[in-house]
């Protein structure tokens, strides 16, 4: 919890309430577009919500090639959602913190 001091006395306020003056919710689901900027195949993408400790389950029906496209279906309603990137040569790279409510696309090069 957290005082607010007022010429007229006090507020009190949570910082939840503070917080969702400033976030925007979504119910309906949203989606990111991944393009494969990269010279390698993408073997799976895992998507979670940013809160979450565990990644989500391979959102690839079949491996992304270089210069293609796919759009990812997420109904977890958040905006920040963190992407795991899996390659044909064995690496992974993580991207956190990915803002699809402001920007639905994601270039991995």
């Given at each position: 919890?957290?005082?607010?001091?007022?010429?007229?006395?006090?507020?009190?306020?949570?910082?939840?309430?503070?917080?969702?003056?400033?976030?925007?919710?979504?119910?309906?689901?949203?989606?990111v577009?991944v393009?494969?900027?990269?010279?390698?195949?993408?073997?799976?993408?895992?998507?979670?919500?940013?809160?979450?400790?565990?990644?989500?389950?391979?959102?690839?029906?079949?491996?992304?090639g270089?210069?293609?496209?796919?759009?990812?279906?997420?109904?977890?309603?958040?905006?920040?959602?963190?992407?795991?990137?899996?390659?044909?040569?064995?690496?992974v790279?993580?991207?956190?913190?990915?803002?699809?409510?402001?920007?639905?696309?994601?270039?991995?090069?």
């Open positions: 919890m957290r005082w607010l001091a007022r010429r007229d006395g006090w507020i009190w306020a949570t910082a939840a309430a503070l917080a969702s003056a400033s976030v925007v919710a979504h119910a309906d689901p949203v989606s577009s393009r494969n900027n990269s010279p390698t195949q993408v073997l799976a993408i895992q998507v979670s919500p940013d809160y979450s400790t565990t990644w989500g389950a391979n959102r690839l029906s079949t491996n992304l270089p210069g293609e496209s796919t759009t990812i279906q997420l109904n977890e309603g958040a905006c920040f959602y963190d992407i795991q990137v899996e390659r044909s040569q064995g690496s790279q993580q991207i956190w913190g990915v803002n699809v409510c402001a920007r639905p696309q994601v270039d991995l090069r």
